[in-house]
């Protein structure tokens, strides 16, 4: 997949393209590129992403904090694996917004040279969102564009969109998540200092700080985990909250307990694949309680992973 960020590149060969945020590159977007890439092998065209770096609506009202599915980075990872030619990456301005979905189709012809645009069951574009797809197809005729419309992606689970995902994560339903993912949610991130108490309570626990701030954290509460540190997989239990036994601080902590591993892993990269969720953060009387309930944890992750 060749990225091209610079509007004003050279030449394109004619492509097929669609349109789309992708936030999670969930199976709905896989099934609509799909359908992408089968225009353009029976076209003999190369197939093509038009997606933006930053959320549209982040540009519109910059109080908006988009609670992301996939960091920018990541974004690009998960399209990496869909094989198309090409991904453009439009800088979504307010000058873009303003654009009427004519104007904006015009663009793409001239500045990507696209030759046919499949558009997403529902998809709307254009300033305001105000026309339809009988408009897209008109316009389409007039700037030599032809215009297809994608088939909806049903599940017998439901339909599936990247707000349904977040709405899943944020209730600690990570496996029905995944199920529409296609893939385990996950947190890339760096191990930092904790309150150095996990390891005294016989259950180290390695503290992820998530890279990107726009990450959607999932709900509170205690986690079956994969845990990926130095191209190595490991099982772990993970705990979302603010320690209320513990009493040290009230911060928002994410923290691992591997298990099977007694590494000094700070400062290195960590990803956390989330797989089950558990239970929700008790405030327990006694650590002793509170170790008691850590040992049944990593009993039913050992079963649930090992
Ligand atoms: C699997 C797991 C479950 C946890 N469950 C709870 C809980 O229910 N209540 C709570 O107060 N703390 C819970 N914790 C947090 C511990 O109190 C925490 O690991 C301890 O404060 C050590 O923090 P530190 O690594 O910053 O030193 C849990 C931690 C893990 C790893
Ligand atoms: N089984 C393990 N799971 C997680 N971290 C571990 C484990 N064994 C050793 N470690 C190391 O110990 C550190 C955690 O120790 P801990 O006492 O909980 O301190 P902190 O408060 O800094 O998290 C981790 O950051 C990691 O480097």
Redesign the pocket.
Known sequence: MKIISDINHQTLPPSVATIGFFDGVHRGHRFLINQVKEVAAKDGLYSALITFPVHPRQVIQTAYHPQLLSSPTEKLELLETMQVDYCFLLPFTQELSLFSAREFMQLLRNKFNIHTLVIGYDHRFGHNRSENFEDYCRYGEELNIYIVRARAYTDKEGKISSSVIRQLLKEGKVSQAAKFLGYNYYLDGT??????????IG?????LQVDCSDKLIPSEGVYAVYVYVEGKKWA?MLNIGHRPTINNGNNLSI????????????HKEMRIEFVKYLRPEEKYDTIDALIAQMHKDREKTAKILL
């Open positions: 191990v930092v200092d904790g309150y150095k108490v996990g390891r005294k259950f180290p626990t390695a503290n772990g923290e691992v307990n591997i298990l099977n591993f007694s590494e000094n892993i700070y």
